[in-house]
């Protein structure tokens, strides 16, 4: 089983009140280019695959839907 943890940068730095899993669970962490280096580094150092993808602003999604 593969565990992936899909997480916006808005959610890295911030305590929980609820732990949900230890971070030895996760095999690879998807979250976008607004996340620190030094987290992305973090993660990397620690043995998780870690994908960054592009961050989209909601303009941009709400104008490609208007011109379809």
């Known amino acids: 089983r593969r565990v992936i ?3 916006d940068h808005t959610k890295f730095g911030v305590r929980s009140l609820r732990k949900v ?5 996760i095999h690879c962490v998807v979250t ?3 996340t620190p280096r030094g987290i992305l580094r973090q993660l ?3 043995g ?5 993808a592009p961050l989209t602003k909601p303009s941009s ?3 490609t839907k208007a011109r379809r």
């Open 5 to 7: 943890l899909l997480a």
């Open 21 to 25: 899993l230890e971070v030895s669970a």
């Open 32 to 34: 976008d280019d607004q």
């Open 44 to 46: 990397e150092r620690q």
């Open 48 to 52: 998780l695959e870690v994908v960054v």
């Open 61 to 63: 999604i709400a104008a």
